[in-house]
């Protein structure tokens, strides 16, 4: 079975710096990795995914994510954030039949401060 | 670009009556799953299809929630009686599709159902 913690429940951010949102994991068998964004009343979009290769993964909107095995971390990163990026964060995870739920963390709501 | 439709967006019901839900996964899609978010929480999965199979519902409360994708493209998710605590966003998502030989097991996420029972 698979866990995902995510470190913070709010990070607050003045716009034009850079954030980092943590996700940290569990997992006895090797994993796939996301980041979702949810708009209020909205389904959830993906952000970026890590599935094998480079452990630096771009996605959209700027954002991206490093895999660290040792460390069992994703952690989500965007060096300028906008007004527009206030929402909440999920990290998941699947193990890699590919075709199995995703195991949500809690979410982290990013507010970014003008 | 293809979507996953949900319906309705919104749904307020009282306690104990019953209340149901559609969605229309990506043409395609061979895969359905039926999340529930509560608020402040992350989605955590009722029950997932393989076309008109169950594949996964062992967190689903039998005992009112029922699922049903009959010919393997949209699905249904009833809820009889509906209790206090299922006030939730109900998410409907997709996937297992193949393009050009290769299989994708991408999640796409439908709007989701806010319910709120009174």
């Known amino acids: 079975a698979q866990s995902v913690t995510q470190l913070d429940s709010q990070v607050p951010v003045f716009e034009e710096a850079p954030v980092e949102l943590r996700c940290n994991y569990s997992?006895?068998?090797?994993?796939?990795l996301f980041w979702y964004v949810q708009y209020p009343n909205q389904g959830l979009q993906l952000l970026l995914k890590?599935?094998?290769?480079?452990?630096l993964v771009k996605g959209i909107n700027g954002f991206e994510a490093e895999f660290n095995k040792s460390q069992t971390s994703f952690h989500l990163r965007k060096p300028s954030v906008h007004i527009s990026d206030t929402a909440e964060y999920f990290c998941a995870v699947s193990d890699l039949s590919g075709n199995t739920p995703l195991v949500f963390g809690k979410g982290t709501r990013l507010s970014v401060i003008a | 670009e293809a979507e996953v439709a949900q319906s309705p967006r919104y749904k307020i019901t009282e306690k104990s009556q019953a209340v149901a839900f559609w969605c229309d996964p990506i043409?395609?899609?061979?895969?359905l799953y039926w999340y529930r978010q509560i608020l402040g929480q992350g989605p955590e999965l009722l029950v997932q299809f393989q076309d008109e199979s169950v594949v996964d519902d062992s967190q689903l409360p039998k005992d009112r929630f029922s699922a049903e994708r009959l010919k393997g493209v949209d699905s249904t998710l009833k809820i009889q009686p509906a209790e206090l605590g299922d006030s939730a966003m109900y998410l409907c998502?997709?996937?297992?599709?193949?393009?050009?030989?290769?299989?994708?097991?991408?999640?796409?996420f439908g709007p989701g159902t806010r319910l709120t029972v009174t």
């Open positions: 997992s006895s068998v090797s994993v796939y």
């Open positions: 890590y599935l094998s290769g480079s452990t």
């Open positions: 998502a997709s996937s297992l599709s193949l393009y050009r030989d290769r299989v994708s097991y991408e999640q796409y």
């Open positions: 043409s395609g899609h061979a895969t």
